[in-house]
């Protein structure tokens, strides 16, 4: 068998991976572990670059892997674990509606990216096409984890999550984005977190609490 051939297996079984751990964000209250498997998608999305790069032999590829390596599988991570830490925001997250409901339109969703994603996937040409209609899913399933949480912490884990899956989803379609455009993204997610993390801040020192629902209240003043 050729290297291909071997390639395309392996990349289907990550891009499963990766769609089971979206699942299991949608399952998990807490935070912690969020956050630990958010790394893990980091780690798949590092593997299936390094091998989409393995097999198209485009020596850009792998600058986009390392980067995917320090920003999301180290960097954020650890970031965002140190942040909470400080926030005192470990424990469990409340959710808007309950998990098994959650789970349920999960599933309805699924169902849609892969039924949206047939007609694009038959254009691809790439060994990558096949997995589209999972990268659809991964960025449709972190935006109901990001409507589904009150916490402020979850649901910009659920905005990272959802990036993977369109960094994800540029792979299938067309090898990734241009280096210029990624390492823009990747300075706008750093910039973002620690933005976002002084906006924590006030917010529990306001409310005390990161329950974003207490910001309806400023409606009323």
Request: glycine fraction near 6%; charged fraction near 10%; aromatic fraction near 10%.
């Amino acid at each position: 068998m050729t290297a291909h051939a071997y390639t395309v297996p392996i990349l289907n079984l990550l891009a499963a991976c990766l769609l089971l751990i979206s699942f299991a964000m949608l399952s998990r209250r807490r935070t912690q572990r969020l956050v630990t498997l958010f790394a893990w998608q980091g780690t798949i999305l590092f593997l299936s670059t390094c091998l989409v790069a393995y097999s198209s032999g485009l020596r850009e590829i792998y600058y986009s892997a390392a980067l995917t390596l320090l920003l999301k599988v180290i960097g954020l991570p650890l970031i965002l674990h140190r942040l909470i830490y400080r926030l005192g925001a470990q424990w469990d997250s409340e959710t808007v509606v309950n998990i098994p409901l959650t789970m349920l339109v999960g599933l309805v969703l699924v169902i849609f990216a892969f039924g949206l994603a047939q007609p694009i996937s038959m254009m691809a040409t790439t060994i990558t096409r096949n997995t589209l209609g999972i990268a659809l899913a991964v960025i449709l399933l972190s935006f109901l984890m990001m409507i589904t949480r009150r916490k402020a912490v979850t649901q910009v884990i659920g905005f990272l999550a959802m990036e993977n899956g369109l960094f994800f989803a540029a792979t299938s379609a067309t090898y990734g984005m241009p280096m210029v455009v990624e390492l823009g993204i990747a300075l706008d997610l750093l910039v973002g977190v620690f933005i976002l993390g002084l906006f924590f801040f006030q917010i529990r020192e306001q409310f005390e609490s990161l329950d974003l629902s207490n910001l309806e209240s400023l409606k009323e003043d």
